[in-house]
């Protein structure tokens, strides 16, 4: 079992940043793939970023690439998705999620076996 808690959202202006955090608990944190999703009232999960167990590979959505950054800290625990240049396009709940093993990068929420409860990230314009 791996309990995830999300951090670090909250009111921005477009243009803003902010950056989450996702802190790890239980099995070892280095095993797992590391995500974060988004999702709106009404629609679907939406893949944003996602690393493997040990930062070495990653991958963007197309909307946020060049814009966000994923980052990890296996020593704490901790994955990190630095947002800049935020619009109000980002504007969702945001959750991590951690996928074993931690080689593939899926960009399915069906894939990934753990979940955090989100945090809201809101882009005023």
Not at 26 to 39: D, E, L, N
Not at 52 to 76: E, P
Request: a negative charge; one cysteine or more; hydrophobic letters at 30%.
């Amino acid at each position: 079992q791996v309990q995830l808690v999300e951090s670090g959202g909250g009111l921005v202006q477009a243009g803003g940043s902010l950056k989450l955090t996702c802190a790890a608990s239980g099995r070892p944190f280095s095993s797992y793939t590391m995500g974060w999703f988004r999702q709106t009232p009404g629609k679907e999960r939406e893949f944003v970023s996602a690393l493997t167990w040990n930062g070495g590979k990653t991958h963007y959505a197309d909307s946020v690439k060049g814009r966000f950054t994923i980052s990890r800290d296996n020593a704490k625990n901790t994955v990190y998705l630095q947002m800049d240049s935020l619009t109000p396009e980002d504007t969702a709940v945001y959750y991590c999620a951690a996928d074993f093993p931690g080689h593939q990068l899926p960009v399915e929420s069906a894939e990934y076996d753990y979940w955090g409860q989100g945090t809201q990230v809101t882009v005023s314009s």
